[in-house]
T-cell receptor, first 117, second 113 residues
Framework: GAVVSQHPSRVICKSGTSVKIECRSLDFQATTMFWYRQFPKQSLMLMATSNEGSKATYEQGVEKDKFLINHASLTLSTLTVTSAHPEDSSFYIC?????????????FGQGTRLTVV | SQQGEEDPQALSIQEGENATMNCSYKTSINNLQWYRQNSGRGLVHLILIRSNEREKHSGRLRVTLDTSKKSSSLLITASRAADTASYFCATDAGSGNTGKLIFGQGTTLQVKP
């Protein structure tokens, strides 16, 4: 199957700083990627759809100025958590799908554990 | 937003037993998918069932889909300790081709050796 690589796997940052998380599709061109957030022992909450060459589509309740998404190439999407606060501490996961066929699986990155202190 | 519920939330069984997890959803779908997540890791795709399919098998996995009841089940037969993980259903609600997957609450499965 396709490989999606996410980096870093863990990051600790100080409150008020910004953190960038990278998501790369290693062996296919991903015109669309998805960013999820997961709290401990909970499910994945879709944050936004990242579209190559255009603006991301954010889900209701997600602050676009807080969670900046850039999808500048067909293999890289980035999520920047700006002015991070302890409540932003969470597990962030990206995924990519081939959208030429609606019946396809999603490929997930390994996830990033963000801790804001 | 969550698509629906999964039950049970947690399941503990002995190795060799079967494990059944259920998923309900709210909207019409193109397909329903099941994923596995080991603690602190990304998700791994297990099986996809299309909206016009009723049952699908893959190795020790059996998935059913009842679109009239908007529900699906995942059966893992002859469980192994290595099956210990969280299992999530995800639906592709598919109006337009956004590709979004919406996940259920998940079932945490513990298989005791």
């Amino acid at each position: 199957g396709a490989v999606v690589s996410q980096h870093p796997s863990r990051v600790i940052c100080k409150s008020g700083t910004s953190v960038k998380i990278e998501c790369r599709s290693l062996d296919f061109q991903a015109t669309t990627m998805f960013w999820y957030r997961q709290f401990p022992k909970q499910s994945l909450m879709l944050m936004a759809t990242s579209n190559e060459g255009s603006k991301a589509t954010y889900e209701q309740g997600v602050e676009k100025d807080k969670f900046l998404i850039n999808h500048a190439s067909l293999t890289l999407s980035t999520l920047t958590v700006t002015s991070a606060h302890p409540e932003d501490s969470s597990f962030y996961i990206c995924s990519a799908r081939f959208l030429q066929d609606k019946n396809t699986e999603a490929f997930f990155g390994q996830g990033t554990r963000l801790t804001v202190v | 937003s969550q698509q629906g519920e999964e039950d049970p939330q947690a399941l503990s069984i002995q190795e060799g037993e079967n494990a059944t997890m259920n998923c309900s959803y709210k909207t019409s779908i193109n397909n329903l998918q099941w994923y596995r997540q080991n603690s602190g890791r990304g998700l791994v795709h297990l099986i996809l069932i299309r909206s016009n399919e009723r049952e699908k098998h893959s190795g020790r996995l059996r998935v059913t889909l009842d679109t009239s009841k908007k529900s699906s089940s995942l059966l893992i037969t002859a469980s192994r300790a290595a099956d210990t993980a969280s299992y999530f259903c995800a639906t592709d609600a598919g109006s337009g081709n956004t590709g979004k997957l919406i996940f259920g609450q998940g079932t945490t499965l513990q298989v005791k050796p």
